[in-house]
């Protein structure tokens, strides 16, 4: 196990390799050939202008203005600088809210540290138990020697971290009270200020069961004007457009290629520019550029147009889902949170994501294959879970070499190398180990088939965290106990087992401070620094850019991760709050990380993270929106003359059609006075409605 030696040679690593890190961010980032890099949101905001323009040719990649290396580190008060509500203004409440959550480990654990630090410290170091045990084949260090394994049986000194234990819990739960009430005050101005959104309107159905006698769209508006007469609006039918989906990319790429080789000619009208037809133009025959992608452009339009009207015309395109709009938010809700039919698999509602939150691909998929799928993924993740635990045995191995040398006198370590094998590799491999993961969960969670990109990081952090309580905490501590006490497993009866794993659990404190280290300290400086992304656009910025699209597309700006950097948070909290009355050695470098957490994340917030969507914060607890009616009505009397179907008519339809003629969304006139729409079968107009409901009218829709 670590000892105090290991854990400041463990420290020094990571604090060196973190002001590395930061120093080499404030250097590059004042670099303008980096500016693109650093600052990626103020130029997609179209704020910020290259700097690289109308300079020197060593000025564009280097900055000679020495004044701003003195005042290299002016980017950390910045970063603390801008106001919480312009900050929302700025990067949405979702990013606001995010990173709350840090201030929140503050709040809660310096308190609970400095507390810990003057009761319990001095209980456990004067315990003596571990030195009276009078047994070799116990191992402990002198970080032990400060956790309640000192402590001996039945003794009186477990009162005083009995009532700590109730002062942090009583203190925890206050905090989160506070910030509870903080948070729902945000998330209700936010509703209530923010701009109008589609999917305060709308609601997105599935599993939409078929009809001989109409149409899914039919079907639809038909079923939604018999069973909510009086607030349906109006519908969009999902279409399968998978096909038609990759022509208009390839012919977005193509059309890039164009404008490349047109701005080429316009600086040099001379000279034509020419291109190979051969795999990425390097072989083949020799044609003109411009007319070669004229040409193929061309026919790939034709094949657009061709798909596109194949796939309007085709009803086996059209998917039995569909997002239907109501003329109130209450409607909306209403329809959302209620069961529309006796048969709780059909004609199934939820809120419907914002436009730019839609995980198109997931909309056709059926409610038995949901049930199917997601069965199955929750075995894989079993699998998953328990194969993982080798390489966390691995880990162990290398955080206990010296309980190993102990129990086989033929192993023995240099202590330098001891000092680095216990206190920083067993860290640093876990975080290699878990690099793979969270593409591997997302992977499994679209395979599930949720249909927003907001449910679909919400679901990848929940398995991430139930595998990370799993495998790192509760895989680390039975593991790393079993390597701990090698000689007492051995030789002890089986009785006795429990007791050695209650004493030696507290000692895997040790392990968890290095792993904070290497990802909470080393981790997050790397995150500021994103060498991955600076390298990728520099190789695209030399290779790949011909337009100053690409250049924009280069820049990969990025997003809070919410579903590896959620889990992450909910980890050292629950190692915080397990460790803080048994090993509060561990509580200074968790307060450690929530602070410089906090200050590295608003930095990126500010200038770098562009978020995909915006879901109003809901990875916080849900708050009700009872506030739907309040806002229809104010908006009544701001705006008395609003469409909502012009409003409406176009947020949900997929990317491919934007911008085309395309068949419009199902709409019902107000004044139209015919009951229902047109049918083909008569005997719906007597029928009554399928809800449950018996007692709704069927009235003008």
């Keep these: 196990m670590a000892s105090l030696s290991d854990i400041g040679t463990s420290a020094t690593i990571n604090l060196l390799s973190a002001i590395a890190f930061l120093v080499a961010f404030a250097v590059l980032r004042l670099q303008p050939f980096n500016d693109r890099v650093y600052f990626p949101k103020w130029y997609l905001k179209g704020i910020r202008g290259s700097p690289t323009n109308s300079r020197s040719l060593v000025k564009k990649f280097v900055n000679l203005d020495f004044g701003t290396y003195i005042r290299f580190l002016n980017w950390m008060p910045a970063a603390l600088h801008m106001p919480e509500p312009e900050l929302i203004e700025h990067a949405g409440l979702d990013s606001t809210v995010y990173i709350r959550i840090y201030v929140l480990g503050v709040k809660i654990f310096a308190p609970i540290t400095i507390l810990a630090f003057m009761v319990l410290v001095p209980v456990n170091w004067t315990g003596k138990n571990l030195e009276a ?18 402590i001996g049986f039945g ?3 477990f009162y005083a971290h009995i009532v700590m234990s109730y002062v942090f819990s009583f203190w925890t739960c206050y905090s989160l009270y506070k910030e509870y009430k903080i948070i729902s005050a945000m998330r209700l101005r936010f509703l209530a200020s923010e701009r109008r959104r589609p999917d305060q309107f709308t609601v997105l159905v599935r599993n939409v069961p078929p009809d001989p006698d109409e149409s899914v769209s039919e079907h639809i508006e038909h079923f939604f004007c018999v069973n909510h007469p009086d607030h349906y609006l109006m519908h969009q039918v999902v279409y399968n457009a998978n096909k038609l989906a990759a022509i208009v990319a390839q012919k977005k790429k193509l059309l890039n290629w164009y404008v490349y080789y047109q701005n080429k000619y316009e600086r040099d009208p001379s000279k034509r520019p020419t291109t190979r037809t051969g795999v990425l133009g390097m072989c083949g025959n020799k044609v003109d550029a411009i007319d070669h992608y004229t040409a193929i452009i061309d026919k790939l339009s034709e094949q657009e147009a061709e798909e596109r009207e194949n796939v309007i015309k085709d009803p086996n395109a059209v998917v039995p889902a569909a997002f239907v709009s109501f003329k109130s938010r209450w409607g909306a809700a209403l329809c959302a949170q209620t069961q529309q039919t006796s048969n709780p698999t059909i004609w199934l509602t939820e809120w419907a994501p914002e436009p730019r939150d839609v995980y198109w691909e997931n909309l056709a998929i059926p409610y038995f294959d949901l049930n199917i799928r997601r069965l199955l993924m929750t075995v894989a993740l079993f699998f998953l879970t328990f194969f993982f635990m080798i390489p966390i045995a691995v880990v162990q191995s290398l955080a206990n070499i010296e309980a190993i040398e102990k129990s086989n006198g033929a192993i023995r370590c240099r202590p330098s190398i001891k000092s680095l094998v216990q206190g920083f590799l067993p860290g640093l491999a876990l975080k290699l180990f878990l690099i793979m993961l969270p593409k591997i969960l997302m992977t499994m969670s679209k395979m599930e088939g949720y249909t927003s990109l907001s449910g679909l990081e919400r679901r990848s952090a929940s398995k991430y965290y139930l595998f990370v309580l799993v495998n790192v905490f509760l895989g680390s501590v039975i593991t790393g106990t079993a390597f701990q006490q090698l000689g007492q497993f051995i030789n002890q009866p089986s009785t006795e087992f429990t007791k050695t794993v209650g004493s030696t659990v ?32 520099h190789l695209k910025n030399t290779f790949l850019v011909k337009t100053e699209q690409d250049r924009e597309n280069a820049m990969d700006p990025g997003s809070l991760e ?8 909910q980890l050292y909290f629950m190692l915080g ?24 994340f608003r930095h990126q917030i500010i200038n770098v993270y562009n978020q995909q969507y915006e879901s ?20 009544r009397a701001v705006e008395p003359n609003l469409n909502l179907r012009l409003y409406l008519q176009d ?33 719906r107009r007597s029928s009554k409605p399928e809800s449950d409901n018996e007692a709704g009218s069927v009235s003008s829709c």
């Design 651 to 683: 947020a949900y339809i997929h990317p491919v059609f934007k911008g085309d003629d395309l068949e419009k969304p199902m709409i019902i006139d107000d004044e139209e006075d015919n009951p229902l729409i047109q049918t083909k079968r008569t005997s």
């Design 577 to 600: 709050h397990v460790y803080a009355p048994i090993t509060p050695l561990l509580l200074p470098f968790i307060v450690v990380f929530f602070a410089f957490s906090y200050m590295i």
């Design 562 to 569: 919410f579903s590896t950097t959620e889990p992450r948070i």
């Design 616 to 635: 109003g914060a809901s990875f916080w607890p849900d708050v009700h929106r009872r506030d739907a009616m309040v806002r229809d009505t104010l908006e």
């Design 155 to 157: 003794s009186q000194r």
């Design 506 to 537: 507290p000692m895997k404190a040790t392990f968890f401070i290095t792993y904070i280290m290497v990802d909470g300290w080393a981790g997050i400086a790397a995150e500021i620094l994103r060498l991955s992304p600076l390298i990728t656009f």
């Design 133 to 150: 045990r009078g047994t070799k084949d116990l191992t402990f260090s002198d970080v032990d020697k400060i956790s309640i394994s000192n």
